[in-house]
């Protein structure tokens, strides 16, 4: 399923976008679930209010939200 999306509308391609996708589960946040992955790795957000509008359901803090950013600013 994850690989089934991500092929059809990731920007980034399959190698690249399973490497983000990895390095964020690397993060061993149990905020993170997998759905949010993928809309990170799709939507590859570049601020704090891109991470907030993924992650609506859940409050992330600022440590968290750079972590984040950090990893896909990579992409």
């Known amino acids: 399923e994850l690989h089934r999306y991500l092929k059809d509308f990731c920007p980034l391609n399959k190698k690249e976008a399973d490497a983000l996708a990895n390095s964020i589960r690397d993060i061993n946040n149990p905020k993170i679930r997998e759905d949010s992955i993928v809309k990170i790795v799709d939507l590859l957000p570049r601020d704090a209010e891109d991470i907030n ?20 600013k990579d992409y």
Do not use: G, H, R, Y
């Open 53 to 72: 509008k993924i992650f609506n359901d859940v409050s992330l803090d600022e440590k968290e939200i750079s972590d984040i950013l950090a990893i896909v």
